[in-house]
T-cell receptor
């Protein structure tokens, strides 16, 4: 049981390049989330998904797109990377949408945009 | 809108001494409060949560947290700190109207010196 995994772990992009971050979970969780972590700002929600084939915007969605074609995978795309998107990206998942439920996090992807 | 404040960027404590990491929150409904820990180059790990009931919540690795409704606080505590507790700690809140969306504080770095 690997939990939540993310690929790649590190990536350096040039401004304007595109890339996709992959999140996978093997806990059969229905709900998945993408956050970005910036110093002193905690984690901010980018997009989330409440089930296969569904996505929704979070707090800071601009410049990102997501897809949830399979229940176990949640992809985060950057179509045209900007230096402001330099950050550490975390994926998380939870069993339900209940307010009491715990979210479980992946190890993170450190992205640098030059 | 819900919010979380962690007033200290860093807490320094000697090994064996008590450790306290402060957190205050603001929500419109009933608060659901969480603590996560992030070790260097790792993802966030769940420590404990307050949903309802006893104001003192016990969690992983000997940590506990005290919910204080009148002071809108949820401070994390450990009676005797270890060097291995050195990490970044995040408080998070979810209110009754926000589904499973977590709002994180900015994080507090804990440094335990031998």
């Amino acid at each position: 049981n690997a939990g939540v995994t993310q690929t790649p772990k590190f990536r350096v992009l040039k401004t304007g390049q595109s890339m996709t971050l992959l999140c996978a979970q093997d806990m059969n969780h229905e709900y998945m989330y993408w956050y970005r972590q910036d110093p002193g700002m905690g984690l901010r929600l980018i997009h989330y998904s409440v089930g296969e084939g569904t996505t929704a915007k979070g707090e800071v969605p601009d410049g990102y797109n997501v897809s949830r074609l399979k229940k176990q995978n949640f992809l985060l795309g950057l179509e045209s990377a900007a230096p402001s998107q330099t950050s550490v990206y975390f994926c998380a998942s939870s069993y339900s949408w209940e307010r009491t439920d715990t979210q479980y996090f992946g190890p993170g992807t450190r992205l640098t945009v030059l | 809108a819900q919010s979380v404040a962690q007033p200290e960027d860093q807490v320094n404590v000697a090994e064996g001494n008590p450790l306290t990491v402060k957190c205050t929150y603001s929500v419109s409904g009933n608060p659901y409060l969480f603590w996560y820990v992030q070790y260097p180059n790792r993802g966030l790990q769940f420590l404990l949560k307050y949903i309802t009931g006893d104001n003192l919540v016990k969690g992983s690795y000997g940590f506990e947290a005290e919910f204080n409704k009148s002071q809108t606080s949820f401070h994390l505590k450990k009676p005797s700190a270890l060097v291995s507790d050195s990490a970044l700690y995040f408080c998070a809140v979810r209110d009754g109207a926000a589904g499973n969306k977590l709002t994180f504080g900015g994080g507090t770095r804990v440094l335990v010196k031998p």
